[in-house]
C-alpha cells in the first residue's frame, strides 16, 4: 500500500486538472429563479431604453412654438400619468399635465417643471418662465436596441437580474451548477449531536466542503461518510461520480494503511497527482474515476480549506464557462514570517485596508494544517516559498478569497 | 398632494431610521441549517481539541523508556486507526503501529514516522533513528474547554460552520433573517413576459430588491406591484406592514398627483423623513406605518440602488444584531468629475486594485439617476461632496460594497 509518489508542484497539478476535458451543461431558466446563476448567453437589447421620449420631472408638456413669452397662462387638456398615452391631439395655447415616467407626446417640444407653474383654476396653468432644458429623456439615451447587455459568463447579481427585466426578458439561459458529491472518509468520524466516543472527532470537514461549494456556486448533491474500507470506499465512488459532475473527498490520503482514497487514485481511468511540493495538503490526489473528476483532499482541516480554493475553486468556475474568481496580487506582509520549511507554504490569512500604508496582508491564527479555529476568519492566503523568511514589509503573493 | 418637505442630511436620514427601534428575533437552528445565518449566542468550546494525545503522523508509537539505542527491532503487538483506541498494556521492546489522527496510548511518548521504519515481519519492526518531535499533538493544543470559538454576531460562512461541527454541536441560535416585503407602485410597470404596450416599462426595480434584500440577509416575503391609488396602496402597505418586519416600496416618492407613496408617509405613525440634500434619491422617504419600518426609494433604479444600500441593508443588518457591512475608505479618484450640484451625490463606482498605485475608485457607467445598465457592475460608491468638482488623484470617500 506504500505508493509511489511522484512530486509535482502547486502549478503543474493546477495544471493537470485544468487539462481534464469537463462536461458544462445549461438549461434554460426562468429570470425568477436565476440570481446566482452564470449566464450561458449574450444578452442583447430587444428595444431601445427609453422605448419612448420620457419625462424627467413632473409638470406640463408645452409645443415648441408656445415656449416663449413667460409668464403665460395654458389651457390643460389632459393628465397623462406614468404608463399612459396622450389620445388628444394639443394645439398651441395649450399644456398636457404629465408625470414623471410618462410618454411625452411627440409634439410636445419641453416639459415644465412643477416647481415654475401655478394651477389658476382646474384646467387652466400659469406658466412661469421658459425651461433651459427639455426634461426629456430621447429614445435609446441609455440602450439602443442591439446593444449588448450582459455577456455570457457573467454571474446573474441584483443589477443583473434587474437589467434582464428591464428588457422584459422571462428566461435566459444559464450554465446548471455544477452537482458536486461529498465524501469525508475515516471510521473516526462522529456526526454532530451524536454522543462522544473516545478516541473519535467529529466530522468538520464534510460540513465544511458542503458550505464552501454552496459558497462557490455548486450544488451539493449528497454528503456520505464512509468508513476506511477499499471495498467501500469505491462503491461509494462508483456511486458519486455516476450521480455528480465532481467528487469531492477528505481524509484517506496519506500514506498509511486505511488511507484507501490513494490507492483508489491508483485504480483510475486517470491518474493526476498524489503529492505536491506544498503546505498545506502536500498528499493532495487527483484522478478521474469513470468519467468525472475526483478531488481528494486532505483531511486536516487547514489543508482541506486551502485545498478546496487552490484545486476545486477553479473546477468549480469551468464548470460555469469561468476561471477562478480568486485575485491573486503582491501585498506586503505585517510581521515576519521565520519557519523556512522545504516546501512553498500557502497560509492563512486576512488583508486589511489602512489609509497610510494601503493594502496588508497577516497571516490569522495557526498556520498548521490541523488548525480549525482560523478557516472563518481566513479571507486571503499568501505564499511562503521553500527555503525562505519573510521580513515585515517585504511583499508576499496574495490570493484573496472570492467569498469572505 | 404637495406635501411639505424638510430637506435633510443624508446622515441625519441614517441616524432617524437608527433610531427606529426594531424587533430582533432569534429561533434554534439545525447546525446543518445554519449556513448564512447569524450566530445569536457566544459559542464555547465544550471539550478541548485535540480531545486526546492524537498522532500527527502514521508510524509506529513506543514507550518513552525505549527510546534509545537505535536501530533496533520492537514488536508490533497492535494496529490503531484513527477512531480506535489501543486495549492492550504495553511492555518494554514492543510496539504499536498508529496512525495519523489515532489516539496515542498514554504510555507512548512518541510516534516514529512510517518513513524511519522497515517492517521485518507481520509482527516485527525495525525502527532506524530517534524522532526529534514527539509527532503527538497534546490535549488542548488547539482550544481548551470553555474557550470562545464564535461571538454572537457572526455570520456563519463555511468555516464557522466546520468549527461548530468540529465540536459536534447540532444547533445554534441565531437571528432569523429579517421579512421584507416588497412593492413596486406604478400602472406604468409590466412584468417580464408580457407583451409591450406602449407608454409602460418593465418593472425592474422590484426584481432589483428582491434580489438585494437576497444578497443581503433578508428574506423576501412578497413581491406585489400595485396601481397608483392610494386605497390600494395603503390596503397593501397595511397587509405587508402585518406580515413583515421591514417594507420596501419603490415610485410614487416625488411631487407629482400620483405619488401616493409620499401621501402614505404624512398618514403614518411616525414620519421618518421625505427630502434629502443628495443626489440620487433626493425624494427617498421613510416611515413607520403600524409598528413596521417602511422605506419608501425611488423609481429611478440608480437612486432605487444607491438608497438600498445607503438605508436598507445598515436597517437589515441591524434585525441580526450588527451594523451595515459596507465599508467606508477614503480613496483617490482616477479621472476628473467635474459636474458639480447643490446636492452632494452619490455615484456608482468600481475599485481596483494597481500593483503601483494601490486602490483606486472610478465612476462606472452613468452618473443619472435613472441609469439601468451599471447596477451589476457596481461595486462602490463614491462621494462628491455639494458644489465641488474633483480632479484626478483626489482622495473621494468611498463607500465599498459587501456583495459584488
Redesign the interface.
Known amino acids: 500500500m506504500y505508493l509511489n509518489r511522484d512530486i509535482i508542484t502547486l502549478e503543474e497539478a493546477q495544471g493537470l486538472l485544468q487539462s481534464v476535458n469537463l462536461q458544462t451543461k445549461t438549461k434554460k431558466i426562468s429570470?425568477?429563479e436565476a440570481?446566482f446563476y452564470v449566464l450561458a448567453e449574450n444578452i442583447y437589447a430587444t428595444?431601445p431604453?427609453p422605448?419612448?421620449r420620457r419625462s424627467?420631472y413632473?409638470g406640463y408638456g408645452i409645443l415648441n412654438e408656445d415656449d416663449h413669452s413667460f409668464p403665460r397662462e395654458f389651457e390643460i387638456i389632459d393628465?397623462i400619468?406614468?404608463?399612459?398615452?396622450l389620445e388628444k391631439k394639443m394645439s398651441s395655447g395649450q399644456a398636457v399635465?404629465i408625470?414623471?415616467?410618462?410618454?411625452v407626446p411627440d409634439e410636445v417640444g419641453k416639459v415644465t417643471m412643477?416647481e415654475v407653474t401655478e394651477k389658476c383654476s382646474d384646467d387652466k396653468v400659469l406658466i412661469k418662465e421658459s425651461m433651459k432644458h427639455s426634461n426629456i429623456?430621447s429614445i435609446g439615451e441609455?440602450?439602443l436596441k442591439g446593444d449588448l447587455?450582459?455577456s455570457s459568463g457573467?454571474r446573474l447579481?441584483?443589477?443583473?437580474?434587474?437589467?434582464?427585466?428591464?428588457?422584459?426578458?422571462?428566461?435566459v439561459l444559464v450554465y446548471q451548477k455544477p452537482k458536486v458529491g461529498i465524501l469525508a472518509t475515516?471510521?473516526?468520524?462522529?456526526k454532530?449531536?451524536?454522543a462522544?466516543?473516545?478516541?473519535?472527532?467529529?466530522?468538520?470537514?464534510?460540513?465544511?466542503l458542503?458550505?464552501?461549494v454552496?459558497?462557490n456556486g455548486g450544488l451539493v448533491i449528497t454528503l456520505d461518510n464512509v468508513k476506511?474500507e477499499l471495498h467501500d470506499t469505491l462503491a461509494i465512488l462508483n456511486d458519486l461520480t455516476s450521480r455528480c459532475d465532481l467528487v469531492l473527498t477528505t481524509g484517506g490520503v496519506?500514506?498509511?494503511?486505511?488511507d484507501f482514497m490513494a490507492e483508489a487514485a491508483k485504480a483510475a481511468d486517470q491518474f493526476l497527482f498524489n503529492k505536491l511540493s506544498m503546505r498545506p495538503g502536500s498528499p493532495t490526489t487527483a484522478f478521474v474515476h469513470k468519467g468525472t473528476p475526483v478531488i481528494a483532499l486532505s483531511?486536516n482541516?487547514g489543508a482541506c480549506?486551502t485545498g478546496f480554493y487552490l484545486f476545486v475553486e477553479p473546477t468549480l468556475q469551468r464548470f460555469v464557462g469561468g476561471k477562478s474568481r480568486l485575485?491573486q496580487?503582491?501585498l506586503p506582509l505585517a510581521h515576519d514570517y521565520d519557519k523556512p520549511n522545504n516546501f512553498d507554504k500557502y497560509l492563512r490569512a486576512t488583508v486589511n485596508?489602512d489609509?497610510d500604508s494601503?493594502?496588508i496582508v497577516s497571516q490569522i491564527g495557526?498556520d498548521?494544517s490541523?488548525?480549525?479555529?482560523?478557516?472563518?476568519?481566513?479571507t486571503a492566503f499568501f505564499k511562503v516559498p521553500h527555503d525562505s523568511s519573510i521580513h515585515k514589509g517585504e511583499e508576499v503573493e496574495v490570493w484573496l478569497l472570492p467569498?469572505?
Not at 99 to 103: N, V
Not at 201 to 207: D, H, L
Not at 254 to 258: A, E
Not at 370 to 376: E, F
Open positions: 429570470t425568477a440570481h428595444f431604453i422605448a419612448f424627467g413632473d393628465n400619468g406614468a404608463g399612459s398615452v399635465r408625470m414623471t415616467g410618462a410618454k412643477l429623456s441609455e440602450f447587455l450582459l457573467t447579481n441584483a443589477g443583473a437580474i434587474s437589467l434582464l427585466n428591464a428588457f422584459g426578458i422571462a428566461e475515516g471510521s473516526e468520524l462522529l454532530a449531536g451524536e462522544y466516543v473516545e478516541g473519535k472527532i467529529y466530522n468538520s470537514n464534510g460540513p465544511l458542503e458550505a464552501l454552496r459558497e476506511d496519506s500514506v498509511g494503511d486505511f483531511g482541516p480549506f485575485k496580487v503582491k485596508f489609509h494601503g493594502l495557526s498548521k490541523s488548525a480549525l479555529g482560523n478557516l472563518h476568519s481566513t467569498y469572505k
